[in-house]
C-alpha cells in the first residue's frame, strides 16, 4: 500500500514539474500578438491588418523563440481606422499594406521610459528610409508623442509590455509619403512654358506702316521735282526774251 502511495506522489510531482516548465517557456499572451490584442476588444481591423499582410507570423516566430531585440508596436484602434477617409484601407494595394502594417512595427523591445533617449527618426520594419518613413517618438517623461511628417498623435495607453514585446494604443494610423507614394499614379506631364505675347501694335510698327510713310515720302518728293522743273521754264522763256 505504502509502495503505491509513493509511486502516485511520485507521478503527481513529475506532473507538476511539467506543468511549470511549460509555463516557463510560454507565458501566457506573449507568444502570440493577435492574442495580446484581442484581450483589449478595440484592435479588430488593426489585427485583419497583420494577418492579411502575414506580418503576425514573424512577430509571433520571434517571441516563440525568446531571442533577439524583441518588438514595440503602434495599435491604432479601430476608431482610428474608421477616421481615415472613406475607403482609404481597401483602396491601398497590397504591398501598401504591408508597408502600413510594417510602420506600426519597430523591431526593438522599447519600454515607455526609453522614449526619451531613442535616437530619431526611428526604424520600423518598413525600412529606415527617413523621407519615405519618418516615424520621429519624443518624450517629455509624462506623454509620447509621434510624427510622421504626415500624422501628428500620441500614445494612449500601454496595451501589453513584458521586456520583449511592448504594444502602445494610438488614436491614429500612421501614415506617410512612403505608405501613400506606393502605386500612386504618376505626375501629369509639365506643360510648354507659353510664349512671351508680341508687343501691341500701337508700340510696334508694323511693316505695312513703314511702306505707307516710304510711299507718301515718295509722292512728296515728285510734287516738288514738278514745281522745281516749272519755274526752271519760266525762266528760260524769259531769258529768251
Same mark, same amino acid.
Given at each position: 500500500?505504502?509502495?503505491?502511495?509513493?509511486?502516485?506522489?511520485?507521478?503527481?510531482?513529475?506532473?507538476?514539474?511539467?506543468?511549470?516548465?511549460?509555463?516557463?517557456?510560454?507565458?501566457?499572451?506573449?507568444?502570440?500578438?493577435?492574442?495580446?490584442?484581442?484581450?483589449?476588444?478595440?484592435?479588430?481591423?488593426?489585427?485583419?491588418?497583420?494577418?492579411?499582410?502575414?506580418?503576425?507570423?514573424?512577430?509571433?516566430?520571434?517571441?516563440?523563440?525568446?531571442?533577439?531585440?524583441?518588438?514595440?508596436?503602434?495599435?491604432?484602434?479601430?476608431?482610428?481606422?474608421?477616421?481615415?477617409?472613406?475607403?482609404?484601407?481597401?483602396?491601398?494595394?497590397?504591398?501598401?499594406?504591408?508597408?502600413? !502594417?510594417?510602420?506600426?512595427?519597430? &523591431? /526593438?523591445? $522599447? #519600454?515607455? %521610459?526609453?522614449?526619451? +533617449?531613442? =535616437?530619431?527618426?526611428?526604424?520600423?520594419?518598413?525600412?529606415?528610409?527617413?523621407?519615405?518613413?519618418?516615424?520621429?517618438?519624443?518624450?517629455?517623461?509624462?506623454?509620447?508623442?509621434?510624427?510622421?511628417?504626415?500624422?501628428?498623435?500620441?500614445?494612449?495607453?500601454?496595451?501589453?509590455?513584458?521586456?520583449?514585446?511592448?504594444?502602445?494604443?494610438?488614436?491614429?494610423?500612421?501614415?506617410?509619403?512612403?505608405?501613400?507614394?506606393?502605386?500612386?499614379?504618376?505626375?501629369?506631364?509639365?506643360?510648354?512654358? !507659353?510664349?512671351?505675347?508680341?508687343? &501691341? /501694335?500701337? $508700340? #510696334?510698327? %508694323?511693316?505695312?506702316? +513703314?511702306? =505707307?510713310?516710304?510711299?507718301?515720302?515718295?509722292?512728296?518728293?515728285?510734287?516738288?521735282?514738278?514745281?522745281?522743273?516749272?519755274?526752271?521754264?519760266?525762266?528760260?522763256?524769259?531769258?529768251?526774251?
Amino acid at each position: 500500500m505504502m509502495k503505491q502511495l509513493s509511486s502516485f506522489l511520485l507521478l503527481l510531482a513529475l506532473l507538476h514539474l511539467c506543468n511549470k516548465t511549460s509555463s516557463q517557456s510560454s507565458p501566457s499572451g506573449a507568444s502570440d500578438i493577435t492574442s495580446v490584442l484581442k484581450k483589449s476588444g478595440k484592435f479588430a481591423t488593426f489585427i485583419g491588418l497583420l494577418k492579411s499582410t502575414q506580418m503576425d507570423e514573424p512577430i509571433n516566430s520571434q517571441l516563440q523563440k525568446s531571442t533577439g531585440q524583441g518588438f514595440t508596436i503602434f495599435a491604432p484602434t479601430d476608431t482610428a481606422f474608421s477616421d481615415l477617409k472613406t475607403g482609404t484601407l481597401n483602396s491601398f494595394t497590397d504591398e501598401q499594406k504591408i508597408k502600413l !502594417a510594417q510602420f506600426h512595427i519597430i &523591431p /526593438t523591445y $522599447l #519600454a515607455v %521610459s526609453q522614449f526619451q +533617449t531613442v =535616437s530619431n527618426p526611428v526604424r520600423t520594419e518598413a525600412g529606415n528610409d527617413a523621407v519615405g518613413f519618418p516615424l520621429n517618438v519624443l518624450s517629455n517623461g509624462t506623454q509620447v508623442n509621434i510624427t510622421t511628417g504626415l500624422v501628428n498623435t500620441t500614445v494612449d495607453s500601454t496595451v501589453y509590455s513584458d521586456g520583449q514585446l511592448a504594444v502602445y494604443e494610438i488614436p491614429d494610423v500612421l501614415l506617410s509619403q512612403g505608405i501613400l507614394g506606393t502605386g500612386a499614379p504618376a505626375p501629369a506631364p509639365l506643360l510648354p512654358k !507659353a510664349k512671351k505675347a508680341s508687343p &501691341p /501694335t500701337s $508700340l #510696334a510698327p %508694323s511693316k505695312s506702316t +513703314t511702306a =505707307s510713310v516710304d510711299s507718301s515720302g515718295a509722292v512728296d518728293l515728285n510734287r516738288y521735282a514738278s514745281i522745281v522743273a516749272s519755274i526752271g521754264v519760266t525762266v528760260l522763256a524769259a531769258l529768251s526774251l
